[in-house]
């Protein structure tokens, strides 16, 4: 958001954070109704792909420690995109009810009856100090509502500060979160858990967690707000 934006957004509040438009919430039914959940999906992470079935390039190259994951939309969309940014880089914490349009959608997801925790993906605490929110964790409060299941705060703790994801290769990222969280108060009812978090780029961040847990026998999916399609 450009800051001739963010100022016209604090003159006139009544309008469409994302077209400009007139309306009555932070998002207008126009900019609601033209983000698109129905693309090609890969059938183990979910992401953007070109066939109407099959794996992404990542899913085929690489272990993947996650049974199954789902994210909602396409992040390669500009609305899509400048909802996350302006949530996680604005703090504009009220757009996260945009998911209330979505209940359905996201209730119908098939494996959460398999889960018995949400899990948000931590932020190392001096990353968590600068920005003053963990933008996952206000995503899995939503969505631990909408399917009413808990969520583990504590399992998980990012003990390393790591540089960040952004321009990475795979291989770099998976070095960079080598060894980047430790599991920490697990409940020893957990059996299987859904992994929250807002972005799925490649993957490494969910993998690396998922792989985290495996070695105390949890299994895990996950879900994210949105994909970015994976290079083919
Ligand atoms: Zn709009
Ligand atoms: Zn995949």
């Known amino acids: 958001m450009s800051l001739a934006s963010e100022l016209l957004y604090l003159l006139f509040p009544n ?6 438009n007139k309306s009555t919430f ?5 900019c609601l109704s033209s983000l698109n959940l129905n693309f090609n999906r890969c059938s183990r992470c979910s992401s953007p792909i070109p066939s109407k079935e099959g794996l992404c390039s990542f899913c085929l190259k690489e272990k993947r420690y996650f049974t199954q994951g789902f994210s909602l939309f396409n992040y390669k ?3 899509v995109a400048k909802i996350i940014e302006l949530i996680k880089f604005y703090g504009k914490f009220g757009l996260i009810d945009f ?6 959608e996201i209730k119908n997801i098939d ?3 398999n889960i018995d925790y949400l899990i948000p993906v931590p932020m190392h605490p001096r990353s968590l100090r600068k920005r003053g929110f963990n933008q996952a964790v206000l995503i899995a409060k939503k969505i631990g509502k909408f399917i009413d299941k808990p969520i583990c705060f504590d399992c998980i703790a990012k003990t390393k500060l790591t540089n960040s994801q952004v321009g990475l ?3 770099e990222r998976k070095t960079n979160l080598k060894n980047a969280f430790r599991a920490l108060n697990l409940k020893k009812d957990i059996k299987a858990v859904a992994i929250i978090d807002d972005v799925f780029t490649t993957g490494s961040t969910i993998n690396e967690i998922a792989k985290l847990l495996e070695k105390h026998n949890i299994q895990s999916y996950f879900f994210t707000l949105a994909s970015t399609p994976s290079a083919v």
Request: hydrophobic share 35%; proline share 0%; glycine share 8%.
């Open 111 to 113: 494996f959460w009856g």
């Open 15 to 20: 309008r469409c954070v994302l077209c400009g």
């Open 169 to 171: 290769s795979m291989n």
């Open 26 to 30: 932070l998002i207008c039914e126009d």
């Open 77 to 79: 969309e500009n609305k």
């Open 99 to 104: 998911l209330d349009c979505f209940k359905n």
